[in-house]
């Protein structure tokens, strides 16, 4: 059964958290950021359209930052119930950033909640607008400070372990690893990126119902166009990621592309099959593109997994996640790409419905290929939960009463999922833009 050994039912539950987390946590670190441009856009273009797009925003995103602190705190419990051995060696050396993730968190609350109830307060929108560079702020550094705490995971350093005590501990060493710069950069690429197509995706979905509104137009054309920019910058980011994993963790590398034997000019593999001797079959092999995402060169040789000791090698099913970020990525940057292009050159099947409709299905892809990125992260790290040093299995805690956590966990997520999607479907039914903008205008006049 499922929740009979405490290691896999500590791992379902954390699985289960993090994905469900994930999902917040992207809202949190990238709508901030599109509040910024819309707002900054409607100043300078002194046009209302994109002053209100911040607002509504801005609405919808205190609903979700709600929900994020619940599942945020679930996180900070979990790891201390769930996995005790890993929180008293790695809580040692690593508290700083997590300590300094909810110092940033609550920087940027406290300024959201300026931001938010002060809408009415500054007749210059300027001044209201320099509200917003701490809450920006804050969900960077808060992603920032996290995400450390994963690349220390990843490439643990800054401490020695002598007769199974930690010594030398060097707090600042072990924030700054390898992993960090390419971590940090694609997790807030891919946010931005997220949130800007999920923000895309609701207002095609408002002009596919019969609101053709240019408010939503301009919505539309704004996200794409940022949307555009970030999954340029996660995939270039990508290939960063690429030749780190080649350099400190090639055995992740080599299982997300089922590379089986060091080799130079080594293909990249895409999709495809494993059958019982590990035989790749139907996969899409594209000649020298893994020696060039490892290293640059296509001649180059790229170590891998017979080099490795079995108990070592990652979980093969990474190549799937591997192929299912990648596909999701390319066919954004294809769409937006397109959408903007069509848009300048006045190609009217940007405005099909069909093509609204490929917008629409884009905002879920893209919080589907945020989780397969994290799941490709944590599960291509296994067997270790800190690399090299400790693994999950001796991580983890013995009690049998995990299963029953993960049961109520459960419960836990499709109420606060179903309850997010009613309290921002009533908010912004019964507020819809016209009769914003009515009301504002009114005010305007009065």
Sequence with gaps: MLFEDPVVASRFLTLLTLSFHIIYATIGVGVPLMIMIAQWVGI????????????????????TVAVGVVTGTAIGLQLSLLWPNFMELAGQIIAL?????VFAFFFEAIFLGIYVYTWD?????????????????????????????????????????????????????????????TKVSHVLATAYMTVAFMLAAIAAYKLLKGSNHVYHKK????????????????AIIGDFSGKYLAEYQPEKLAAAE??????????????????????????????????????????????GLNEFPEEETPPLVVHYFFDLMVT????????????????????????????????????????????????????????????????????????DYVGLMSILFILLYIILGIGTVVVLRKMFKDNPVEKELETSQGGDNA
């Design 258 to 303: 089922w590379h089986f034997e060091t080799e130079e000019g080594a293909p990249l593999l895409m999709y495809g099959m494993l059958d019982e001797n590990n035989e790749v079959k139907g996969a899409i092999k594209i000649p020298f593109a893994l020696s060039i995402l490892a290293h640059g060169n296509p001649t180059s040789e790229v170590i």
């Design 328 to 399: 999701i990525g390319v066919f954004m940057i294809g769409i937006s790409l397109i959408y903007w292009l069509g848009i300048k050159r006045g190609w009217a099947f940007v405005k099909a419905k069909w093509y609204r409709w490929l917008i629409v299905l884009g905002g879920p892809l893209s919080f589907l290929a945020i989780e397969s990125g994290w799941w490709m992260a944590e599960v291509g790290r296994q067997p270790w939960i800190l690399r090299g040093i400790m693994t999950v299995e001796e991580a983890a805690t013995s009690s």
């Design 121 to 181: 307060r500054f007749e210059d929108q300027r001044k209201h607008f320099l509200l917003l560079i701490p809450v920006a702020l804050g969900a960077g550094m808060s992603a920032f400070f996290i995400t450390v705490v994963n690349s220390f995971m990843n490439a643990p350093q800054g401490f020695d372990i002598v007769n199974g005590q930690l010594i030398n501990a060097n707090p600042i060493a072990a924030m700054f690893t390898p992993a960090m710069p």
């Design 44 to 63: 300078k273009k002194k046009d209302e359209h994109y002053i209100l797009l911040a607002r509504r925003w801005a609405k919808g995103f205190v609903v």
């Design 219 to 234: 919505a539309l054309y704004l996200t794409m166009k940022v949307g555009l920019i970030f999954s340029i910058a996660a």
């Design 97 to 101: 950033p997590l300590f300094m993730e």
